[in-house]
């Protein structure tokens, strides 16, 4: 077996970004807000026409809470986690919202995977458990793609546990 032959154990075997899921699209953003603009503006000046005109000012400041808290939520969008699997690391790296990055390098053969089930409401959580510490990971998905993750990276794991593959020149 020559050198050209040997599998390169900083090759991934699994590699996933996880973001926020956010449901609602710029245009659908844009929509929503020029709806929820216009009703406003039509329900503050039948209270304008009628003397109250206070609460025309109180509808305009409805719609800009909305935006604000909208804008807030779409920021926390740009958050994500990278989690790698490599014969000889699996690495996790987050970044929040600011851009700020943690990185976690943990050892795949002594790693394990940790679920918290619930009976009613699915697989609800995710660790990576080693040296004694958890550490949660996939806190974005939903019940069911954190199935699907977890099956996914448990198959990695084993997969660097094994090794690497080598193949016998005749």
Known sequence: MTADNDPDPDLPLFCAKITPHRSLGRT???VFMAAIGAVSFVAGMVFLIAGAWPVFGFFGLDVALLYWAF???YRTAAASEVITVT???LS???INHRGEEVAMTFNPLWVQLEKKIDPD????ALFLVARG???AIAGFLSPRE???FAAALLAAL???????ARTAIA
């Open 92 to 94: 996790v790296h987050r």
């Open 133 to 135: 510490r958890r550490y």
């Open 158 to 164: 084993h997969a660097a546990r094994r090794g690497p």
């Open 71 to 73: 804008r807030a939520n």
């Open 87 to 89: 014969a000889s690391e």
């Open 28 to 30: 659908g953003f844009i």
């Open 121 to 124: 409401y699915g697989l609800e």
């Open 146 to 148: 954190k199935e699907g």
